[in-house]
């Protein structure tokens, strides 16, 4: 008998790893007793004595490969912002740089913290409760040179690129608590719209989604505003979705989008008006996606398409939008408010299931940008009427349009119009 072929149950990894896979109430007990940190504290340990280990040759030269892969499986929840909390506080960032530097590791190992690092632990930094704990253990590894991962040559690009993203995200988590990027709200009675902070509002107790500047404001738009309606299936969407999400990751969620909006309103004004310049109608809003899905923020303006188009998860998404922004479905405001409310919707991973592990299960959520002034709206639908006309099917909208050539306009709309802008 070669040594290779040792049975299963000598290795404890192994036995792990089929427990874990076939019996889910024993990986929901894992998690609940803390595994991940016991996995990256196993990892770390097995990464020190590595060249004893080694000798022994099998079973123990496999262990770290399930151990590593054990972990990978339990970061990958649908809840993962969680479990990388978990995995930050016990040193997960550490033992990626120790197993990028102390020795070339498998093909497996080196995928799996690939997988760690550049989908799992990249897709988080949208979450506060991440960033919170990425300002803590982060600085001293920030500064680590790539050069630090000569033996896995992968790691070290990834882990660039990621050195690069959390920069910016604790940037913006810095400003977020400064309060630079928590925007007013507007009274949800749409014949009032003041702006207010958060906590000058009161918020309907049953949906939990709408806010008034008082009591008046809350009845009329119960009774004349639509509300009556919408806040029942704003309630039963709110249980359904949002459970996933923290309040506080939530509420920075929304100052992420402010900032980046911020970034990239001259892009987006452009992209309105290489929309609207071709489907002018004056129901016509384009959306917004803000898809942090991959980690940064990748926007893309899409006109509003026609619902019997083929109904993937974005189709469905951009429907419901548009309801929204019509005034006929959940949400709903009344028609004339589109003037108001410009249809932002941002994409995150919410984590995976176990079985679609490099899958992604991105969640789309609707979060309506309101500005305090139709003027913008028309300014915008004033240039898109002076693009010259064009042929282009329907499938690519911004083709032909010339964006340079407006580029200018823009920035100088953009100067002119003021606006105040709540998400
Ligand atoms: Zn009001
Ligand atoms: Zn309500």
Known sequence: MSKWEIPPPSSLSCATRYAV???????IELARTGVVKALVVACRAYNRSFPTIKQRGAPFVHIPEQFTKLLMGHLATLRAQERVVEGLQAGLLRLIVEYGSRFATSDLESTVMRVILGQILTECTVFYSVLVQLRISFPEMADVAHSH?????????????????????LQVLERYESGELTKLR???NLKCALLRPNEELQRCS??????YCSVNCQRADYKGGAHKRACPILRSRREEQDVEISRDDRAFLRALINYEYEKYKGAIVLGHVGILSLVPGPTNRPIVLFDFTRG?????VVPV?????????MQDVRFEALRRQQGRGAGGRGVGDLERIEMHVVGIQMGRHKD???VGAPWWIPMPLRSSSPEMVHAIRALAATVPRRDT???????????ERYREEVKELLARVKVDQTH
């Open 21 to 27: 896979d076939h019996y889910p109430e024993f990986r």
């Open 149 to 169: 991962f000569d033996a896995a040559p992968e790691i070290a690009q990834v882990w660039k690129e990621w050195i690069a993203l959390v920069k910016d995200r």
């Open 186 to 188: 507007a009274c949800d």
């Open 206 to 211: 049953g949906c939990q989604c709408a806010y």
């Open 296 to 300: 940064k923020c990748e926007i893309e």
């Open 305 to 313: 398409l026609d619902a019997s188009d083929d109904a993937d998860a």
């Open 356 to 358: 679609e592990c490099m």
């Open 393 to 403: 099917g329907m499938q690519d909208l911004t083709e032909g349009f010339d964006q």
